[in-house]
């Protein structure tokens, strides 16, 4: 059983990391400094280098995912969190598909992939998905990333399908989802599916309070995450029966399955990963956890430089 690191050494751990990340990931100095290593001052969403594609699954349904080219290297799959879609990555992975055949998909019920008309939105039913699309385009020794819901996909598939899985890294989620996250959830989408009067009236609402999000990446959700109802509401494209999806989970049957080196990324700032699920994550001889500093639920938002940097020294080793 793996010893605990005490903070001190969690930290300088994290420094370290970051700075084999600078020697091993590639990027130019000028790259570094658009990223704000450490700082937390985001860059603009970099333009868009991606090409929209859809598979059919076995069940029939049409399955969207932004494809960032590099195909022949190495595929990197990117998760979204719930009420976010494939472009919740948009600012990060052109930073990655130099080296990686970089792929960001929408869930099912999410962005641009089709509802499910029963409302199966269970982490296995995602799970299924996720098997399509790698079995369809063929891919092997794949890093796959998931952040909150994504991130609770990608344990239960490398789980299930560890001749597929090289490396995993879940962002700020761990094995269990307790009662009151469920009901703060399914508090907020019933909300949300009331709209709102329009892009710019969105665009406040999350521009509201204290946020590290550049408003242009807040742009960029606007202008490819929602659409317009009927009635002229402007809503987020998303099913409102995900909820039916919510409600305490317990991943550890799959999590003892997982034979890849996996990566445990919690923020600072967020509570959503108890420090006892932490130390019991640790107890898994491939396992790492890394706390990252001034980060909450979104640390590939929140603190994107340090997000890059942590993955690149993770695939790196």
């Keep these: 059983m793996k010893r605990s690191l005490s903070p001190w050494l969690q930290q300088h751990k994290l420094i370290l990391w970051l700075t084999a990340a600078v020697v091993a990931s590639g990027l130019t100095l000028s ?11 985001q860059s603009p969403t970099a333009p868009a280098a991606y090409q929209d594609r859809f598979i059919t699954t076995k ?5 969207h995912y932004l494809d960032w080219g590099s195909a022949g290297k190495r595929p990197f799959i ?5 009420n976010r879609s494939a472009h919740t990555f948009d600012h990060i992975a052109p930073l990655l598909h130099r080296d990686f055949h970089v792929i960001a998909m929408d869930l099912r019920g999410f962005g641009d992939s089709d509802w499910s008309p029963k409302g199966e939105y269970l982490v296995e039913d995602f799970v299924r998905d996720l098997h399509d699309l790698v079995q369809q385009l063929n891919l092997r020794d794949i890093v796959l990333t998931g952040n909150s819901m994504g991130g609770r996909v ?15 890294i879940v962002e700020d989620v761990g094995p269990e989802r307790p009662e009151s996250v469920t009901t703060t959830l399914t508090q907020r989408i019933q909300k949300e599916t009331e709209g709102w009067a329009s892009e710019e009236e969105l ?6 309070g204290q946020t590290r999000i550049p408003e242009e990446t807040h742009r960029n959700w606007v202008r490819h995450e929602t659409k317009k109802l009927p009635n002229g509401r402007i809503v987020w494209k998303y099913d409102p029966n995900v909820t039916q999806g919510l409600g305490p989970v317990d991943l550890w049957k799959y999590i003892k399955q997982i034979k890849a080196p996996t990566l445990y ?6 509570n959503l990963v108890p420090r006892e699920t932490q130390e019991q994550l640790k107890a898994f001889p491939h396992f790492e956890v890394v706390t990252i500093p001034d980060a909450g639920h979104y640390p590939h938002l929140d603190t994107p430089g340090v997000w890059l940097a942590v993955v690149k020294a993770f695939l790196a080793g």
Excluded at 155 to 167: E, S
């Design 31 to 41: 790259e570094w400094s658009s990223i704000s290593v450490i700082v937390r001052a």
């Design 59 to 63: 069940e029939g349904r049409r399955i």
């Design 78 to 82: 990117m998760l979204h969190g719930i």
């Design 154 to 168: 990608v344990q239960v598939y490398a789980g299930l399908h560890p001749d597929r899985t090289g490396k995993v």
């Design 203 to 208: 665009l406040a609402s999350m521009r509201r």
């Design 265 to 270: 990324m919690v923020g600072a700032r967020s």
